[in-house]
């Protein structure tokens, strides 16, 4: 079992969930702050006693999750200044049941995770305007749900993207990351590694594949390995390892698609 020091000194990771706040029979919406695998962050607009017991339904959107946890308060702090924006005071609690699942999205933060993903979708356009329109990294924003923004920092004499950093939504964390990207305009293929960025991706390689199925139909497949410096949770493993990629796969297909009718 950890120590309260031992758990004082995880990681707590920056987020900004919806969460609904039950504590001395009053109820109230907020935001989170923070969360580690052991307690979380929590604004609130009244003062709530250390050691009042208090419920959490902690709502995640970006992957249509909610969770159901019991806590303890274990400070409650005025705040001042801009922090106050967002609430007069930050509650620290600690969960004692509902988050032996990896609440949020962590069930391990002492040791790496490596996980290779797989998926395909067919596109009806032709191989050379999906090739394209995939090229055009910069505007990954537009068709990748959780891609927030791509920054090119280097690009080929041709003008296609060479590195890029990305701030992305992975797994319900915000990461900054830099990839760095290869053309194979024989095959038709795109690959990718990881080029630095913040300490949760420790590596991701990957590429897309591209395969002719007639004049205006193609197949696109996916492939990344990852390795994460925590454990997600299973559950948003599996949210990211099969809705997750399929919505990305289907959004770029429609992004596609779209572009086509323009013309």
């Known amino acids: 079992m950890e120590s309260k020091s031992e758990k004082r000194k995880m990681p707590r990771l920056l987020n900004a969930y919806d969460v ?4 001395e029979k009053t109820p109230a919406r907020s935001k989170s702050r923070d969360v580690s695998p052991f307690g979380m962050g929590i604004y609130a607009d009244r003062p709530v006693n ?3 017991q208090v419920d959490l339904s902690i709502f995640i959107m970006e992957a249509n999750l909610n969770y159901e946890v019991q806590g303890v308060v274990r400070h409650c702090t005025g705040l001042l200044g801009t922090e106050a924006q967002k609430g007069k005071y930050l509650l620290g609690v600690e969960f004692t049941a509902g988050h032996e699942n990896g609440l949020p999205f962590v069930q ?3 040791k790496e995770f490596t996980q290779a993903i797989t998926q395909t ?3 009806d356009a032709d191989i050379k305007t999906v090739y394209r329109l995939l090229s055009s990294i910069d505007r990954f924003p537009e068709w990748v749900p959780d891609v927030k923004s791509a920054k090119v920092l280097e690009r080929y004499p041709d003008g296609r993207c060479k590195k890029v950093e990305f701030e992305h939504m992975f797994l319900l964390l915000k990461v900054r990351y830099i990839d760095e990207y290869k053309f194979d305009d024989e095959k038709f293929g795109m690959k990718w590694q990881n080029a630095g960025g913040g300490s949760e991706i420790v590596s991701n390689t990957g590429e897309y594949r591209l395969k002719t199925l007639g004049p205006d139909k193609t197949a696109i497949t996916f492939h990344i390995n990852i390795t994460l410096s925590f454990t997600p949770s299973s559950r948003l493993l599996n949210y ?5 990629v399929r919505k990305a796969l289907k959004s770029f297909k429609t992004f596609v698609e779209n572009e086509l009718k323009k013309h």
């Not at 609904?20 to 504590?23: C, P």
Request: aromatic letters at 12%; glycine letters at 12%.
């Open 240 to 244: 990211f390892a099969t809705i997750g």
């Open 20 to 23: 609904f706040v039950r504590a």
């Open 121 to 123: 979708t067919i596109i």
């Open 108 to 110: 391990s933060v002492d």
């Open 50 to 52: 250390v050691g009042a």
